[in-house]
């Protein structure tokens, strides 16, 4: 049996609730199906020790602050979780949990969404899946060879997991400072960077890089000089376990290595360090595949936009994923934002007929 509603989220974490909460604004109707059975997104999968890069006040949705953790400047993903399942219940988001879905269909005058559990027909689609499910792991020589160990971000736990083992991580961005520092004390750590670590400076964290996103949008918008991006000021938060690390010693950085090794990883000028895990800290893809019939996929997987609506598909808007949808978008305080506009855009489509 196929349900019809006008407008269908696809994805219930923090981007998929933003939407739900503007679009109840609107006074639309609309559902959000989401894959997991429990609210929380991908804040549900990370690793024990994560830490916000921002304090709970400034790590807030649209509508409703969050609360700061007891004890902790920087909450961690365990508080996030409780906050999104906290949203979902108090705005009475109407989020179905446990449906996965597998693709979207331009029929007629809507389109057509299909699940695992059922069909829906809607006049909009808010496409909100995040990359959590796509992890990125380059390709290198040897990688097959490798008989150790070889995991992810995404499935990385705890360091307990790893004691006493020799770990190579890779990886230069936050999640690799925050997992090589969390393995610096239980580990034998070897870790390599593409190019040397890049700190900001210690009383830079999360509220800082949201006004230079924001700045710079204003700046973009009001036709201004680029004032610069976030990235020119570096790229690893030094959160308070990462500064430990760093300011320990034990956050030293090798450059990347060409090649692995039955045993472990050899750099160009043949030097080897033998593992028997290799953590690849090396970034997410966005999780696009149940668009693949609209056919919207342009350069590196991406489907250009304009905001948030996709420009070949009007009745599609792409929340989260990166700053292509919308500066900070992917962040829990700058997705606001961008599920306003999307709402407002698909509230205007809605009401001419379209
Ligand atoms: P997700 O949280 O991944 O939610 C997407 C939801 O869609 C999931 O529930 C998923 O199961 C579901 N889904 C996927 N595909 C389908 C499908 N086909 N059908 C139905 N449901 C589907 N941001 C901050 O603001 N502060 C931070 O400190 C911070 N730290 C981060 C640390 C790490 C290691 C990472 C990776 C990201 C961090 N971020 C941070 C960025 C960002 O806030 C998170 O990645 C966040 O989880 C993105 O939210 P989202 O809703 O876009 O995606």
């Known amino acids: 049996m196929t349900q019809r509603v006008d407008v269908v989220v696809v994805g219930g ?11 109840r604004r609107q006074g639309q109707d609309f559902v959000v199906l989401d894959a997991q059975s429990t609210p929380g997104g991908a804040w549900q999968h990370t690793w024990d020790s994560l830490r916000l890069f921002s304090p709970a006040a400034y790590s807030s949705l649209p509508g409703r602050l969050m609360h700061p953790q007891e004890g902790e400047t920087y909450p961690d993903a365990q508080h996030v979780v409780e906050y999104l399942a906290d949203y979902e219940k108090r705005y009475e988001l109407p989020v179905q949990h446990g449906v996965e879905v597998r ?10 969404v299909m699940t695992d ?27 097959d060879r490798f008989s150790g160990a070889q995991l992810h971000t995404a499935a990385y736990r705890r360091p307990q997991d790893f004691s006493g083992q020799r770990v190579v991580v890779v990886g230069g961005g936050n999640s690799g400072a925050q997992i090589a520092a969390d393995l610096a004390y239980e580990a034998e750590l070897t870790w390599v ?12 964290d999360g509220r800082v890089l949201f006004d230079v996103a924001t700045a710079r949008r204003r700046a973009l918008d009001e036709g201004r000089t680029d004032v610069g991006g976030v990235a020119s000021l570096g790229d690893i938060v030094a959160v308070p376990p990462v500064r430990g690390a760093r300011d320990a010693g034990l956050l030293r950085a ?10 472990g ?5 043949g030097t080897r360090a033998e593992a028997d895990a290799i953590i690849w800290c090396t970034g997410f893809r966005p999780a696009l595949s149940h668009l693949a019939p609209l056919g919207l996929r342009g350069t590196r997987g991406r489907i250009a936009t304009d905001g948030t ?7 599609l808007h792409l929340l989260g994923y990166g700053d292509w949808t919308g500066p900070a978008s992917a962040t829990l305080i700058g997705v606001g934002r961008p599920a306003r506009e999307a709402a407002r855009e698909i ?6 007929g379209a």
């Open 13 to 23: 974490g923090q981007a998929g609730l933003a939407a739900g909460y503007h679009l």
């Open 103 to 112: 693709s979207v269909h331009r029929d007629g005058p809507g389109l057509r």
């Open 117 to 143: 559990c059922g069909e829906w027909q809607a006049r909009a689609v808010v496409s909100a899946t995040g990359s959590w499910s796509r992890p990125f792991l380059p390709a290198l020589p040897g990688g």
């Open 193 to 204: 960077t593409q190019r040397p670590p890049r700190y900001l400076a210690d009383d830079i």
């Open 254 to 263: 090798a450059p990347m290595f060409v090649r692995l090794t039955q045993r």
């Open 265 to 269: 990883v050899e750099w160009a000028d």
């Open 309 to 315: 609506r996709a420009v070949a598909e009007p009745r």
């Open 347 to 352: 509230a205007a489509l809605l009401s001419s």
